[in-house]
């Protein structure tokens, strides 16, 4: 019934110093394993090279992202996210793994605007060394009070994934954190 | 009285008014005044009262270290209390009013209690008002609130209407203090390649340089200055940030600063404040020094103010604090204040200098300008009321007596400099004394140490006791040097020259004049602004307070907001000369962040409204929102208590629910139940060792309840377990279990069993679940359509199966909670919300009825079924509560197994689950316990139980309770009395009321409803 499926914060938009935009709804399937034993497959069944730690490798249509040393998180189409777990299920029978479509477990946003402003309104929320983050990496961190993963995909466009009960905390601490006259010219 | 000269202020632009209020009197100032400088220029000498004696008291100071000159600054929600008027940079429209005056500024009824010093000794709060002690209460501490405090506190209702933010940083090197030696050491750091941020708490570079007449380079301070900031704004890896003060140095390189993002531009859109938090390698505390005033009698009055000070609003400001200055001094530094003066023009009567001669360059430039120094000389006294008229001379060696009258209105007095050491002691930098130069400087050989023990800050400039320019640019260098080469980094340019008049050696004054008498010694202030004086700490040390921590506390010496900058040192060599020991011996009390007091807003930065705190919604969230549901928070997550209609009380609502619900369709958000997937080779033998009933042998296909209990044995958590397939199994927990258990089972694969094939993942959020519940639970799931048999043969009771319902991806758990009929329907979470509408749509012809969590509460209960948080409290085992068949008998270990077998868990004495019905049907009160004969060893009633759960039951029309009695099991229909908080009528016992021990489960007992 995927065409009755809704995202957390359908269409949810403000435009202050950065624009930030609910992303609608993102396939995650969450991968856990040997991480050395499980390329080949990965790679056969998304295009994507086994990312190095932090980092995030693409495919066809697919980002792989490392999680943790055991723990692999796969962007893909909402709708495909089903079928990669069978996929990957089957392709790992007999081998110790969990492979799960988490895809609405998380909500996801953009964040877009530029280079230097949206470092700073990112640097207002998390801990992590964002000037030292660059597209290719993802960085799991705290999001204020919350968890959350950061990645840009250009120097001038950021996602940010958090647990979809917490959308609207989300959304709306970047919202007041990209308020007109809220630049910090930090970021260069 | 003070007055704005005709020339000078680099700072302000006289082209510019600005015009402000001042309790309620409107006056002027210009662009880049202070409100200080701008009280000063109207004539405004005195700007507030002192915290004990309700003194007048005028500005002192110039900058962070103010202790007088606190304000109320703004008003209804924009109001603030204890501003620093020296620090406020001015702004149109601007409106503050004094503190702790009462009814006016200028005449003040608090300020008999200057006439009674007696009253309020030393320490005051530990011996007066002891007697009679409920005079405390209702007498002394009254009229203590009343008089004393310093700002009034925003009204209950205001709302602050600005924004506030936090800003993280990781950088190589902070330096704070943004004067000659900052900008220096940012300079060596910058061109040596390392990131710097930079920060300076005022609004401009340069610190005192341009002011005390440095040259660098042979030009004025000012040039090099402005060159030195347009060289580092010019570097990519230099951060330069004015407004910005470093507040605080904690361990691992974290540094905090407070940026006054718009302090001085209300009505911009950029937030007010900014709390940066930092990670840094190295900070550089580029601080500076601070002035101390000189203990002489009448110190306090206003038109007394630092030497520095009266240099600062003349240079800064183009402010003059009199027509006729008398400079008192221990050193040569304060001639400057002298010679300054002079050159504007106006009247310095004479330099009071404590010391024996006084021949240094400075003197010989005022002796050359025809100013009378006089040696060994000091003040004995102060004339004036709300301001200075005079001055008495003595000397300073004597015991006070009189030399000469010389008319005044204003004093400026110097007691040598202290460097500000408040950052590199913050993280346990230890000082050490500079006997010569009588001030405590930082001890190289002890720095504050980082993660590996390495120093991590270093003083630069004054703040490392290089008072002299010369010295002060060619220590930031070196010192700036240092802290680059432990970051890998070096640095080499040529060091400028800087260069200021040459100073002889201070003469260390504590007290002027040395021999002064009990009565002049009881009009030396130490601290202003808590009215603490030399005789206080005298007092203090003749009552036996050697430390000088415990002195600080018994007489307050530097516990007001401006923590002891000005009082600090001469407090406690006062002390120390009484104690008569050295300096360094008796040691400073600690010096703790923030530096200055930080606003509570940047403090709590965006965390504020709808923003304080995460709020979990489910999907189906919205929905209840726009239905009107009576929220019931439940960890973060917010949970429908009940859906009242117009007209409806909550307890009617819940009635209507549970009855629509038993009688036909009742839906319930069952969303924020926890979740985790467990899976792995490992998965069956692990859940075997977290429950304490047995769940590898579950068929997939199957649901089993089962109890989770801590390794001390008792029940932490409980739910349903679900067996998707051969190896792996989904764990339900409750709701607010889910993060906490999830954690259990890692910190147990993790530690313990990390050879074990298990892998566990938190799905809480993945799925939407709503629970299907009654008699109609089956016909409108039907209605729906779908390709899952939901018959009772093929869907038995505790089975469950995945497929389509109403063309939603679902899996249906046959599974009860209320004891009916029960479809429990998990769908990906995007697609709970159209389910929701679905099953609403489909049910309305069996009046589908939502209901909240009260109605699940009492539905339970009507069961017997426990909920974990009311039948267990922590102290509760499953054996308590009559869950010995979930018990495994059969398993080897289990956790809490071991402690469940010890003496005091077998207990047949233990309280234990039972149902309780109250003889009237009244609903017994939540907590309530049930009353034993006889008292304890503490007077206390005995008892023999309490409640756990209790309700109204509609389906029962009467009151139902559960509860943990004494061998409860083995006593039904025993009746029991429970307490209650009525209050009994005079002479009457309290009032108890009876009820009925019977079983817990009060309804459908063969659980017959729920299996059709």
Redesign the interface.
């Known amino acids: 019934m995927s065409e009755q499926a809704v995202s957390a914060l359908p269409g949810a938009e403000a435009t202050g110093v950065v624009t930030v935009r609910e992303m609608g709804l993102q396939g995650m399937v969450s991968l856990r394993g040997d991480l050395a034993a499980l390329g080949t497959v990965v790679m056969r069944l998304t295009g994507a090279e086994m990312p190095a730690v932090r980092a995030m490798t693409k495919g066809r249509g697919i980002q792989v992202a490392w999680m943790s040393p055991d723990e692999l998180l796969i962007l893909c189409d909402h709708g495909a996210a089903d079928t990669l777990v069978a996929d990957l299920t089957q392709a790992f029978e007999g081998q110790h793994h969990l492979a799960l479509n988490l895809s609405d477990a998380r909500a996801m946003f953009g964040l877009s605007g530029n280079a230097s402003t949206l470092r700073d309104v990112l640097a207002k929320v998390t801990p992590a060394d964002i000037s030292a983050l660059h597209p290719g990496e993802m960085r799991r961190t705290r999001i204020q009070q919350v968890a959350g993963a950061i990645w840009f995909e250009t120097e001038t466009e950021a996602r940010v994934i958090c647990f979809r009960s917490v959308a609207q905390y989300m959304f709306d601490l970047f919202t007041v954190s990209a308020k007109d006259g809220g630049a910090v010219g930090f970021n260069r | 009285m003070s007055t704005r000269l005709p020339q000078g202020g680099r700072l302000i632009d006289r082209s510019k008014t600005v015009k402000f209020s001042f309790n309620g009197k409107h006056m002027t100032g210009h662009a880049g005044d202070t409100l200080a400088s701008a009280l000063l220029a109207s004539g405004q000498v005195i700007m507030g009262r002192s915290f004990k004696y309700h003194r007048p008291r005028g500005v002192m100071a110039s900058g962070a270290e103010e202790p007088n000159a606190l304000v109320n600054l703004g008003r209804g929600d924009s109001h603030e209390p204890n501003q620093r008027a020296t620090v406020t940079e001015l702004f149109e429209g601007l409106s503050a009013t004094s503190q702790n005056h009462w009814p006016s500024l200028d005449w003040d009824i608090g300020e008999v209690n200057a006439l009674l010093p007696r009253v309020l000794p030393a320490g005051f709060y530990y011996k007066t008002f002891i007697y009679p002690r409920p005079f405390w209460k209702h007498v002394f501490e009254p009229i203590i609130r009343r008089s004393a405090g310093l700002g009034r506190a925003p009204e209950h209702d205001a709302r602050d209407p600005d ?1 506030y ?6 950088t190589d090197l902070v330096i704070a203090g943004g004067g000659i030696a900052g900008l220096q050491a940012a300079l060596e750091a910058g061109r040596a390649g390392a990131r710097v941020i930079l920060c300076e708490q005022t609004a401009h570079w340069g610190g005192r340089a341009p002011v005390d007449g440095v040259e660098i380079d042979g030009k004025p301070a000012e040039t090099w200055i402005n060159d030195a900031v347009q060289v580092l704004e010019k570097m ?1 890896n230099v ?1 330069l940030r004015l407004r910005c003060m470093v507040a605080g140095v904690y361990d691992h390189g974290y540094v905090i600063a407070y940026e006054r993002v718009a302090d001085h531009a209300p009505g ?4 007010r404040h ?1 709390l940066w ?1 930092i ?1 840094t390698g190295q900070v550089i505390a580029a601080t500076g020094a601070l002035e101390r005033p000189l203990s002489f009698p009448g110190n306090d009055k206003p038109g007394v103010m630092l030497a520095s000070a009266v240099r600062d609003y003349a240079v800064n400001w183009g402010v003059s604090p009199g027509a006729r200055t008398v400079v008192v001094t221990n050193n040569d530094d304060a001639y400057r204040t002298a010679l300054l003066l002079a050159d504007a023009g106006l009247s310095v009567p004479c330099i009071a200098d404590a010391r024996s001669e006084s021949d240094g360059p400075l003197a010989q430039q005022a002796r050359a300008r025809g100013i009378r120094v006089m040696t060994n000389t000091g003040i004995a006294g102060v004339k004036g009321l709300r301001g200075v008229v005079g001055v008495q001379l003595c000397r300073q060696d004597g015991t006070g007596e009189v030399i000469e009258d010389v008319t005044c209105d204003a004093v400026a007095m110097s007691g040598g400099w202290s460097p500000v050491v408040h950052l590199w002691s913050h993280c346990g930098g230890k000082l050490t004394w500079d006997a010569e130069r009588a001030f405590f400087r930082p001890d190289p050989s002890r720095p504050p140490t980082n993660q590996t023990g390495e120093g991590f800050v270093v003083c630069a400039g004054a703040a490392d006791g290089a008072l002299l320019a010369g010295d002060t640019m060619q220590n930031a260098s070196t010192m700036a040097r240092k802290a680059l080469s432990a970051l890998d980094f070096t640095s080499g340019a040529a060091v400028p020259s800087a260069s200021a008049a040459e100073e002889s050696p201070l003469l260390p004054v504590w007290i002027m004049p040395a021999g002064a008498g009990p009565k002049k010694r009881a009009k030396m202030w130490l601290d202003f602004q808590n009215d603490v004086k030399v005789s206080d700490v005298q007092l203090a040390a003749r009552e036996g307070y050697e430390s000088v921590e415990h002195t600080k506390r018994y007489t307050t010496l530097g516990m007001a907001t401006d923590q002891g900058k000005l009082s600090n040192i001469n407090g406690l060599a006062v002390l120390a000369q009484a104690l008569d020991e050295d300096i360094p011996r008796v040691g400073t009390t600690t010096f703790r962040p923030p530096y200055t007091p930080i606003s509570m807003g940047a403090i709590a ?3 504020r409204g ?2 304080f ?7 189906l969230h919205a929905w209840h929102e726009a239905n009107g549901a009576a929220w019931e928070p439940v960890g ?2 917010r949970r429908p208590y009940c859906y009242p209609r117009p007209g409806e009380s909550h307890r009617e609502a819940v009635n209507r629910e549970i009855t629509a619900t038993r009688t036909s369709l009742g839906l319930l958000d069952a969303s924020t139940l926890g979740k985790i ?1 467990v ?3 490992d998965a069956g033998r692990f859940l075997d060792m977290l429950y304490t009933n047995m769940m590898s042998t579950l068929k997939p296909g199957k649901c089993r309840y089962g109890l989770m209990c801590s390794e001390n044995g008792f029940l932490m958590d409980d739910g349903v377990v679900v067996r998707l397939d051969d190896d ?1 199994f989904l764990v339900h927990t409750t709701t607010g279990g889910a993060d906490r258990i999830h954690a259990w089972m890692e910190d147990w694969l993790q530690c313990e069993w990390w050879d074990w ?1 298990v ?1 566990t ?1 938190n ?5 939407a679940q709503i629970a299907v519940v009654g008699p109609k639970a089956r016909a409108v799931l039907d209605k729906l359509g779908s390709d899952i048999d939901l018959s009772n043969d093929a869907l038995p009771f505790m089975a469950w199966a995945e497929g389509r319902i109403g ?3 679902a899996r249906v758990f046959r599974i009860s909670f209320s004891g009916e009929l029960s479809f429990e329907i998990a ?5 709970g ?2 389910l929701w509408d679905a099953l609403l749509a489909a049910g309305a012809e069996f009046d589908a009825t939502p209901y909240g969590t009260e109605a699940l509460h009492v539905m339970r209960a009507e069961k017997g079924f426990i909920m974990i948080g009311d039948e267990t409290d922590g102290t509760v085992i499953p054996q308590d509560l009559g869950l010995g068949w979930a018990i495994s008998k059969k398993k080897e270990d289990y956790l809490g197994k071991r402690a469940q077998e010890r003496t005091h868990m077998t207990d047949p004495g233990r309280w234990q689950l039972v149902g309780l019905e109250t003889l009237d049907g009244s609903v017994l009160p939540d907590g309530s316990y049930a009353l034993a004969e006889g008292i304890n060893v503490n007077g206390q009633r005995n008892t023999q139980g309490r409640v756990t759960s209790t309700y109204f039951s509609p389906t029962l029309s009467r009151g139902i309770a559960m509860g943990l009695v004494v061998q409860g099991p083995e006593r039904m229909g025993e009746v029991i009395a429970f307490n209650t908080t009525q209050k009994p009528a005079r002479g009457e016992a309290p009032k108890t009321i009876e009820a009925r021990i019977v079983s817990p489960v009060f309804f459908d007992p063969e659980g017959e409803k729920p299996n059709v």
């Open positions: 924004r933010e936090q800003f993280y940083a990781h990519d951060h911009t859109d950029a937030p900014r938090r990670r930065g965006e965390a709808e923003i705190q995460p709020l979990r919604r489910t999907p973060h997550w997937v899976k792995g080779p792996s094939q892998y993942a799905v809480t959020e993945q799925w063309g939603f991806d769908v990906p979470a995007s697609q919300r159209a």
